[in-house]
C-alpha cells in the first residue's frame, strides 16, 4: 500500500497526541516534524522513533521542511496565530493540509484560506475531531433518520477549566496565556459547534446568517494566579477574556444555535452537546435519547430523576428509562465503525475519535475522496471567533459571511456518519 509520507508542524502538546493516532495507522508514514523550538520537535522525533522504530527528520523552518522533503500531507498543530498561514504555505506547494482546530482572528485570514484552497485544488480537512466522535454520530444519525422530527435548536459548550494550562502558558511556552490576556471573545468555538453545523447542513444547503455575543466579567483567571508559585508577575495582570462567552448564532433554514465558550470557572468537562426537535431530543450530558410518540398529547407517564423527584411528562415518550438510555440506539443507529470499536481504539487520543478521524483523512487522501469536514465547514465555524470578539465590542449582532460565494445552495450533504469507512457493512 502507498503511504502517505507526512510531516507535523508544530510539536507541542497536542502533537503527541495525534502522533499517537497516526503511529497507529498503516497508512502514514511519518517523515518529519518541525517547531521552532527545536527542543520540542527532537521529543516528538523521538516519540515516533521509540514507538515506531523510524526517526523523523527534525527541522525548526517549516518552509524548509517542505522543500526539503517534499510531503504528501502536513498535519497542522501548531497555535492559532499560525495555523492558517502555515497551511496556505503548505496548500501552495500541492501538500495536502489536516489542520488543527482553532478560532480566526480576522475575515482576511478564512477569504485567504479559501482562496489559496480554491486556486490549488489542495486536499484540505479540518481535524474537528469532536464531528468524529461516538455520541455525536449517533445523534446525526438519529437525525438523519428521522428520529427527532426537524430540528430547530442546538446547543453546546466548550466546558473545560484550563486555568492552570492558561496560567503557566509562559512557562510551558503555550499560546493561549497571551490571548486570555489581551482578547475578548468565543475563542474555542469549534468542538461543539462542528458537531451542530454537520447536523444542520452548514454550507451545504444551509447557512449561518448572524450572531450575538454577551459575556461575564474577568475574575477567575484573576483570582487563579493571586496565590500560585512562580505566576507573582500576573497578579496585577487584567485579563480581558471573560469567564463565560454566550453566543446565539441564527441559521438560514430557521435554527437556533447557542454557545458557550466556558474555560475558566471550576466545573467538569463537556461539550454539553443538545439537539432538539419537534419530536425529540438529543442530550449528551445524561447520554439521553427522548423520542416523543404522540405530539404532546395528554400523558400519565411520570419519570423519576437520579435525586428521587417524580416528574410527570409532558409527552408520551418513548425510552421512559430516560437517564443514560442512548445505549438503547446503537443496535440500530450507531455507525458500523464505533459499534466495533476495539479497547485498543478506545484508548488512543480523547477515546478514540482522534483515531477516526485520521483513519478517514487517509481514505479520502488516497482514494481522491471529498473531505467530509473541508475548508469551507473549517472557515465558517473559525469565524465566529472575530465575529464574536466584534459583537462583544459593540453590543450589537453582527453578520455572518457566506464564505462558499453563494454555492451552499447547491452542495450537497456530505455527512461523516454516512462514510462507507465508518458505517461500513
Ligand atoms: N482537536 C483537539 O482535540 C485539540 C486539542 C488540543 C489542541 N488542539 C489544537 O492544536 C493546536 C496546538 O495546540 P497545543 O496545545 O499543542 O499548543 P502548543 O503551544 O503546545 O504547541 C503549538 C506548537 O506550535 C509551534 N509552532 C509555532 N509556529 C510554528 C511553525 N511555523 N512551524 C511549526 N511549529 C510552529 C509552537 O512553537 C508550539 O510548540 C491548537 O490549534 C489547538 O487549538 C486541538
Not at 21 to 30: K, L, Q
Not at 124 to 153: H, P, Q, W
Not at 177 to 182: A, D, G, Q
Not at 207 to 220: D, M
Request: net charge negative.
Amino acid at each position: 500500500m502507498k503511504k502517505i509520507r507526512t510531516v507535523f508542524c508544530g510539536c507541542g502538546h497536542r502533537a503527541f497526541g495525534t502522533g499517537r493516532s497516526v503511529m497507529t495507522i498503516d497508512a502514514y508514514e511519518t517523515v518529519g516534524v518541525c517547531d521552532p523550538y527545536e527542543d520540542k520537535a527532537v521529543s516528538l522525533a523521538d516519540e515516533f522513533e521509540e514507538k515506531t522504530g523510524s526517526r523523523p527528520a527534525v527541522y525548526t523552518d517549516h518552509i524548509k521542511m517542505f522543500e526539503e522533503l517534499k510531503p504528501d500531507c502536513a498535519i497542522v498543530v501548531a497555535n492559532w496565530e499560525v495555523h492558517v498561514a502555515i497551511s496556505i504555505d503548505a496548500m501552495r506547494r500541492g501538500i495536502a493540509v489536516a489542520m488543527e482546530v482553532g478560532g480566526a482572528y480576522d475575515e482576511d485570514e478564512c477569504f485567504e484560506l479559501v482562496r489559496v484552497y480554491e486556486e490549488t485544488k489542495t486536499p484540505f480537512m479540518f481535524l474537528e475531531n469532536c464531528c468524529f466522535n461516538k455520541d455525536e454520530l449517533l445523534a446525526t444519525s438519529l437525525v438523519r433518520n428521522g428520529m427527532f422530527g426537524r430540528i430547530m435548536y442546538c446547543s453546546g459548550a466548550y466546558g473545560h477549566d484550563i486555568r492552570e494550562e492558561i496560567a503557566y502558558g509562559d512557562k510551558t511556552r503555550h499560546y493561549r496565556l497571551r490571548n486570555y490576556i489581551n482578547r475578548n471573545c468565543e475563542n474555542y468555538p469549534t468542538h461543539e459547534l462542528g458537531p451542530i453545523a454537520k447536523i444542520l447542513n452548514i454550507n451545504r444547503g444551509n447557512r449561518f446568517v448572524s450572531l450575538i455575543s454577551r459575556a461575564s466579567g474577568s475574575q477567575s483567571l484573576h483570582e487563579y494566579v493571586q496565590d500560585k508559585e512562580g505566576l507573582e508577575y500576573l497578579k496585577d495582570v487584567q485579563f480581558k477574556q471573560a469567564d463565560i462567552v454566550e453566543t446565539m448564532i441564527t441559521c438560514e433554514n430557521g435554527e437556533l444555535i447557542t454557545i458557550r465558550l466556558d474555560t475558566t470557572l471550576p466545573r467538569l468537562y463537556s461539550r454539553e452537546f443538545m439537539v432538539r426537535g419537534t419530536k425529540g431530543m438529543y442530550w449528551q450530558p445524561n447520554n439521553m435519547v427522548l423520542i416523543d410518540d404522540n405530539n404532546f398529547s395528554e400523558s400519565k407517564h411520570t419519570m423519576t430523576y437520579p435525586d428521587g423527584t417524580v416528574g410527570r411528562l409532558a409527552g408520551d415518550y418513548k425510552g421512559l428509562s430516560l437517564f443514560a438510555n442512548s445505549a438503547e440506539n446503537y443496535d440500530e443507529y450507531l455507525p458500523k465503525m464505533w459499534r466495533e470499536v476495539t479497547q485498543e481504539i478506545l484508548e488512543q487520543g480523547h477515546g478514540g475519535m482522534d483515531y477516526f478521524e485520521f483513519v478517514v483523512f487517509a481514505d479520502c487522501l488516497l482514494n481522491g475522496k471529498e473531505m467530509p469536514v473541508d475548508v469551507y465547514d473549517a472557515v465558517a465555524w473559525m469565524s465566529i471567533t472575530y465575529l464574536t470578539e466584534r459583537s462583544l465590542k459593540t453590543g450589537m449582532p453582527v453578520n455572518i459571511p457566506d464564505f462558499t460565494h453563494g454555492e451552499y445552495k447547491n452542495r450537497k450533504t456530505l455527512d461523516v456518519v454516512e462514510l462507507p469507512i465508518i458505517n461500513k457493512n
